[in-house]
């Protein structure tokens, strides 16, 4: 094997793990941020069923 072919080789594994980080890194920040929007939506139906009243012009 040539000093290109490893070179690929090296290349190809090397993109392989740095995809595999960054998936994991975004499918880590796509989930808090998802449960984040839980919390935040379910806060709002419990202060819709306690009858609380929102500033007028604001959109809830």
Avoid: C
């Amino acid at each position: 094997m040539g000093l290109y072919e490893m070179y690929v080789l090296a290349a190809r594994a090397d993109t392989a793990l740095m995809r595999r980080r960054v998936t994991k890194i975004m499918n880590r920040r796509l989930k808090r941020q998802y449960l984040h929007n839980q919390r935040k939506n379910s806060n709002l139906e419990t202060e819709a069923k306690r009858g609380f009243r929102l500033r007028p012009g604001r959109i809830p």
